[in-house]
């Protein structure tokens, strides 16, 4: 057996959540699995390897916590979620109400007013011409569509902005970013717990739905409100930087835009590489319950394991020119929904708000001129944008 190759890179440099690429592919090259000189972690960034523990729920554990920090040594940042951050059973009975509720046929229910809102706003940007991509579409769709669906009020939704990015900071180290992102914690998260409440939640909606399992005694009210929390944590940054990403890929390459423009059936796949090609979630921890191994390394027992998401998504091993943004490749296999049981529960409504919203753009757009300097929002987890000039040529 050999030696398992230590790494010097940071995975949370601010260089590096600039441009994970470069640091992708020298642990990748490095070996199947490494050890980070800066942090008590393995990493794996192969996509057989992300897929093997990502699998493998009952020696790569998450209720040790997804992110950095382990659970069983020090104290989650907030109160565990009761799905991202359990193992079976207690995880089963949770994802098995989530599921249920967020399931292909429920999401074919939302479909139509969906698509109302995403051609609504395609339009205006339209309209508009010169736009920012994140502020005037890929924030306030999923910021309008979800909370709609969930049925939350109007009110305070850019507390799920800030929540959103505190959750997804907390996974990372705590460094300057979690600092900032933490500054405003206290008042967030009392908007949030409050808004998990039933009498917060339209009657019929996706947080109603929750409670209704609570109803019929399958959970106590106490752990329907926490599966709101898990609703209101996963369901925005995420989609608002997923299709954000896919603007960002379409922009930069208007020989596909080109093909969407051609063919808008072509949104669904579209959206599908661009997860593959610019992963929102790029990362995320498995702890060991015992001694594992992968790829004929010994990993000790109650250890942090690090998939890389975004690298399994570009190793040449698996995909055929993987630095290609190609929409009519079949992206299908790809990690940025997770795989396994914890495989993301509300990837049905993710795929449907990118699609619709490429589908719109594909119909009334006939060119994506990119008019400035784009910006990133750093995140310790997420990869995200925070600005975005474009222009939207009418079709
Ligand atoms: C949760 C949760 C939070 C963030 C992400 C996530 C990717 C789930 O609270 O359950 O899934």
Redo the contacts with the bound molecule.
């Keep these: 057996m050999t030696q398992i190759p230590e790494l010097d890179v940071d995975p949370y440099a601010p260089e590096n959540l600039l441009n994970p690429y470069p640091m992708h592919e020298l642990m990748r090259e490095t070996g199947p699995l490494v050890k980070l000189k800066n942090y008590p972690v393995y990493a794996c960034a192969r996509h057989q390897e992300v897929q093997h523990v990502l699998s493998d729920y009952e020696n790569f554990i998450s209720s040790a916590g997804?992110g950095l920090t382990n659970f069983n040594l020090e104290t989650p940042f907030r109160p565990k979620?009761?799905?991202?951050?359990a193992d079976p059973p207690q995880h089963t009975q949770m994802r098995t109400i989530l599921s249920r509720i967020l399931s292909p046929r429920a999401v074919a229910q939302i479909r139509e007013s969906f698509a109302a809102v995403a051609e609504e706003m395609v339009d205006r940007c339209v309209e508009k011409g010169d736009i920012d991509g994140i502020h005037d579409l890929a924030q306030p769709y999923p910021l309008k569509v979800f909370p709609d669906a969930v049925g939350l009020d109007d009110e305070g939704r850019e507390n799920l902005l800030l929540y959103?990015d505190m959750?997804?900071n907390s996974?990372g180290p705590r460094n300057e970013l979690l600092a900032k992102s933490t500054e405003r914690m206290i008042p967030v998260t009392q908007w949030i717990m409050d808004h998990c409440g039933r009498d917060m939640l339209r009657p019929g909606g996706f947080g109603d739905q929750i409670y209704q399992a609570a109803d019929a005694g399958e959970i106590d009210v106490k752990q329907a409100a926490?599966?709101v929390?898990?609703?209101?944590?996963?369901g925005v940054d995420?989609t608002i930087n997923g299709l954000g990403n896919a603007l960002f890929s379409l922009a930069h390459h208007p020989e596909q835009f080109a093909k969407l423009h051609a063919d808008p059936a072509k949104a669904r796949s579209a959206f599908e590489e661009s997860l593959r090609y610019e992963s929102t979630?790029q990362t995320?921890f498995r702890t060991t319950n015992k001694t594992c191994d992968v790829a004929g390394h010994v990993i000790p027992e109650n250890t942090k394991v690090l998939c890389m998401l975004a690298s399994a998504n570009r190793d040449p091993r698996k995909w055929e020119n993987p630095e290609k943004f190609d929409i009519e490749r079949r992206a299908s296999g790809h990690m940025a929904f997770?795989t396994g049981i914890?495989g993301?529960?509300?990837q049905v409504v993710a795929r449907i708000e990118g699609e619709l919203v490429l589908s719109a753009i594909a119909r009334k757009v006939k060119r994506i001129e990119v008019t400035g300097q784009h910006t990133r929002r750093l995140n310790n987890t997420l990869r995200a944008l925070d600005t975005l000039p474009l222009r939207f040529v009418p079709a």
């Excluded at 929390?229 to 996963?234: D, E, G, K, T, Y």
């Design positions: 997804v979620s009761l799905i991202l951050e959103g959750v997804f996974m926490m599966l929390r898990s609703f209101l944590s996963a995420t979630a995320f997770g914890h993301c529960v509300g």
